[in-house]
């Protein structure tokens, strides 16, 4: 291939990945929550995290980890099922903290103000998503060339990486200004109920659902 091809294909797999990132997810949820209630530096940790998660599930699917899958589908199903007990875990722990006191929702919150906690949350978050290899492997599928070599996977998954800190930044920058921040602080109580629900709903759909298609 001539390098205007993989611009292309880098340019492709990008654009994609924006799309993905775009619509809000639990990934966005975690984002926006850190940024209102544990300030910017956490939110970008967790933002770290994800894109971290985001070059691994790259580096897998174009490796070929829906290959894996076809042949061994029982891994799937243990990534299924861990990914969704990891997430029903925090949509109970955000469920609950809603119920609690201002002066101790904070303490019983799944995000702390550690560095590292959020850098954890943030790629946990991502890397419980089991739904993600297989859009990343049908992504590379429908935009990589047949044979395309090493150094053009691997500047896709760079693509993807940037793409990730990118957005959630921007989403971290917005969020975190007081305006913004003041409107989430009024309903977050509701906010919390809401993202816990829906965090121990898809963890339930992941558990109980069995078809790796």
Not at 36 to 50: D, E, F, L, S, Y
Not at 62 to 83: E, N, S
Request: a positive charge; aromatic letters at 12%; proline letters at 5%.
């Amino acid at each position: 291939m001539n390098l205007p091809q993989e611009f292309s294909v880098i340019a492709a797999v990008s654009a994609f990945w924006l799309i993905a990132m775009v619509v809000p997810g639990l990934d966005f949820l975690l984002v926006t929550r850190l940024a209102v209630t544990k300030g910017r530096a956490a939110a970008i940790q967790a933002t770290t995290g994800i894109a971290v998660g985001v070059a691994l599930w790259g580096l897998a699917g174009f490796f070929g980890i829906r290959a894996l899958f076809l042949v061994a589908p029982w891994l799937y199903l243990a990534l299924k099922i861990g990914g969704g007990l990891y997430l029903i875990t925090v949509g109970v722990k955000l469920f609950a903290s809603s119920w609690k006191a201002d002066d101790t929702a904070d303490q019983s919150a799944p995000a702390t103000p550690s560095r590292s906690a959020s850098f954890r949350a943030g790629l946990l978050t991502n890397l419980a998503n089991p739904k993600a290899p297989i859009f990343v492997s049908s992504l590379f599928a429908a935009s990589m060339p047949q044979h395309a070599p090493i150094h053009l996977g691997l500047a896709c998954v760079a693509a993807m990486f940037m793409v990730a800190v990118t957005w959630f930044t921007l989403v971290t920058m917005l969020f975190s200004l007081e305006r913004v921040s003041s409107v989430f602080v009024q309903h977050r109580r509701w906010i919390d109920r809401c993202a816990g629900a829906a965090f121990m709903a898809l963890g339930l759909r992941f558990v109980t659902e069995r078809s790796p298609t």
